[in-house]
């Protein structure tokens, strides 16, 4: 899943690709790089990052989608909390809602099942604004796990397939350096969702935080995710170096 940041804002790519024909290039330049999806997002979601007007993140992202989707085939992610943005999306072209927020939006269940677009929920301990104020757990894994499950078992019981259906870990939203490197380390425990399974862990800053080359270090954790059986992986770089086998990630973080 190759990432599309339409926002002014975001902490690895913000103002990068705002105008719309900057993002329209970068996301064909991705697909041109092997991505499988594109995530087009309007809302900045790193720690500490204020909401984004709903007719504002229109304004962002139904150009690009629109763009996008008369010139590849490749499926097309909302990248949104808001189920008014993912309905435009959809109108536009997206296939797959991309929530970070897992549903908050009472309106988002009924438009998936009304549309029958794609879902992907994620864990996030708060918003992105108070997400990183002391995020705390007894067991980061099985309190994860049990979310998902839960959202799992809410989407399909309003008669939405699993085939329909990706988990998202949320590394990096609500969590220490410590817990994120404990969900990467147990990453195969969400297999058992019998879902896809999301992660974005591209250029974050627990990555940072341990390795010199945060380029390096997201692709020394993507081969760890790709060996430990994860099915989508979001990604700033989506090119083959990427996955391509290069040692592990025990032998390159400082046994973390």
């Known amino acids: 899943m190759g990432i599309v940041n339409v926002t002014p804002d975001s902490f690895s790519d913000g103002k990068l690709f705002v105008e719309p024909h900057k993002a329209v290039e970068h996301g064909l330049r991705l697909v041109a ?7 087009i997002g309007g809302e900045s979601t790193r720690p500490g990052a204020n909401d984004v007007m709903v007719d504002e993140e229109l304004r962002r992202v139904i150009p690009v989608i629109r763009k996008l989707r008369r010139q590849t085939t490749v499926p097309i992610s909302i990248d949104t909390r808001k189920a008014v943005v993912a309905a435009e999306a959809i109108q536009a072209g997206a296939g797959i809602v991309n929530d970070v927020s897992a549903l908050s939006d009472p309106d988002m269940l009924p438009l ?3 549309t029958g677009a794609a879902i992907c ?3 996030a301990l708060g918003t992105p604004k108070t997400m990183q104020i002391d995020p705390r757990y007894e067991n980061v894994v099985e309190e994860v796990y049990e979310f998902l499950r ?7 019981a309003a008669g939405i397939e699993r085939s ?3 988990v998202d870990p949320g590394l990096g939203f609500g969590k220490t350096v410590e817990h994120n490197w404990t969900l990467v380390r147990n990453i195969a425990r969400f297999l058992d969702l019998d879902c896809l399974l999301l992660v974005g862990h591209s250029r974050k800053r627990f990555i940072a935080q341990t390795f010199a080359d945060h380029d390096e270090g997201t692709r020394i954790v993507s081969r760890e995710l790709i060996h430990s059986g994860v099915h989508i992986l979001r990604l700033h770089d989506v090119s083959r170096k990427q996955t391509e086998p290069d040692g592990n990630l025990t032998e390159k973080s400082n046994g973390l």
């Open 33 to 39: 790089d092997g991505a499988d999806i594109l995530d």
């Open 112 to 114: 998936l099942c009304k």
């Open 121 to 123: 929920v994620m864990h």
């Open 150 to 156: 839960r959202k799992r078992d809410e989407l399909v």
């Open 164 to 166: 329909r259906i990706a």
